[in-house]
């Protein structure tokens, strides 16, 4: 399994025709492919195809659908681009747990974020966060969003905050 970058990296070397692609996790071991081809279109074959690919390629117990790429806005997707440290650490593919928490530890000052557990039911990794200064909104918004762009496809990420 690899992060979402990685996979979207991979979608897009193995179809280049394919032109607008992003990769969401949707919890519960599930992922939803959202494409566009040089149309703005989504086949029916090349919906079939990226279906058939991700299949084959991610880990067997994730379920993928794939959409029009104009969905992920009502799906409301957010489309922020990570900082470049963690894309490229996420492009690496299959990371191991100290390379993720030294990125994210060293793109929060004064805040150490650690692993927690894994539930493999739901497919959440439980993460902690710590500060001596209470976390903003932002802070949390930003923890929470870094963590899930190092995470493999399939799986959710949930922060608890000490600080």
């Given at each position: 399994m690899g992060t979402r970058l990685w996979w979207e990296q991979a979608v897009r070397q193995r179809f280049p025709h394919i032109r607008y692609v992003t990769i969401r996790s949707c919890g519960h071991h599930k992922?939803?492919?959202?494409?566009w081809d040089d149309q703005l279109?989504?086949?029916e074959e090349d919906a079939a195809k990226l279906h058939r690919y991700a299949s084959e390629w991610m880990s067997p117990d994730i379920c993928v659908m794939v959409k029009p790429y104009d969905e992920a806005a009502k799906d409301q997707v957010p489309s922020d681009s990570p900082d470049e440290d963690l894309r490229k650490t996420a492009l690496r593919g299959k990371l191991d747990q100290s390379a993720v928490f030294t990125v994210l530890n060293n793109l929060f000052a004064g805040v150490v974020?650690?692993?927690?557990?894994y539930d493999v039911?739901?497919?959440?990794?439980?993460?902690?966060?710590?500060s001596h200064?209470?976390?903003?909104?932002n802070a949390k918004s930003k923890i929470r969003y870094y963590a899930e762009?190092?995470?493999?496809i399939g799986s959710t990420?949930?922060?608890t905050y000490y600080g």
């Open positions: 992922a939803i492919i959202y494409a279109a989504l086949s974020v650690s692993f927690n557990r039911r739901t497919g959440t990794v439980h993460l902690a966060a710590y200064s209470p976390f903003t909104d762009e190092l995470m493999p990420v949930d922060v």
